[in-house]
C-alpha cells in the first residue's frame, strides 16, 4: 500500500500562484513509475494536471496549464510538487495527488484531495 497526503491547497486571486506538496509512505519509492496531480471541479469528472516519472524525471501535462504549472519531485523525500502560477478562476478544484506503480498501467493510489480556490 501508499499512502498519500496532499497540502498546500488555499484561496488565492486570480493571476496569484500556489504550490501543493504530496508526500507518499508506505510501499518504497523504487515501485513507483509515475506520480501525477489530478484535479475535480464542482460537477465535472477528475481530470489529468500533470505526471513525472519517478526515474528519470519526465514529465507531461495537460494542455490547459502548460506554461502555468509545474511538477517537480524530491526523491529522497519521497514527494512530489505542484507549483501553479498565474492561476485562473477555472483552476478551482479539488487537486489530488496519485501514484503509478510498476506493476499496473493506472495511477492505483490515492490521497485525499487539498482544495484550491481561485477567486475572481
Known amino acids: 500500500q501508499v499512502q498519500l497526503e496532499e497540502s498546500g491547497g488555499g484561496l488565492v486571486q486570480a493571476g496569484g500562484s500556489l504550490r501543493l506538496s504530496c508526500a507518499a509512505s508506505?510501499?518504497?519509492?523504487?515501485?513507483?513509475?509515475?506520480m501525477g496531480w489530478f484535479r475535480q471541479a464542482p460537477g465535472k469528472e477528475r481530470e489529468f494536471v500533470a505526471r513525472?516519472?519517478?526515474?528519470?524525471?519526465?514529465?507531461s501535462y495537460a494542455d490547459s496549464v502548460k506554461g502555468r504549472f509545474t511538477i517537480s519531485r524530491d526523491n529522497a523525500m519521497n514527494r512530489v510538487y505542484l507549483q501553479m502560477n498565474s492561476l485562473k478562476p477555472e483552476d478551482t478544484a479539488v487537486y489530488y495527488c496519485?501514484?503509478?506503480?510498476?506493476?499496473?498501467?493506472?495511477?492505483?493510489?490515492w490521497g485525499q484531495g487539498t482544495q484550491v480556490t481561485v477567486s475572481s
Open positions: 513525472i516519472a519517478w526515474s528519470g524525471g519526465s514529465t
Open positions: 508506505g510501499r518504497t519509492s523504487s515501485n513507483y513509475d509515475y
Open positions: 496519485a501514484v503509478r506503480p510498476r506493476w499496473s498501467v493506472r495511477f492505483d493510489y
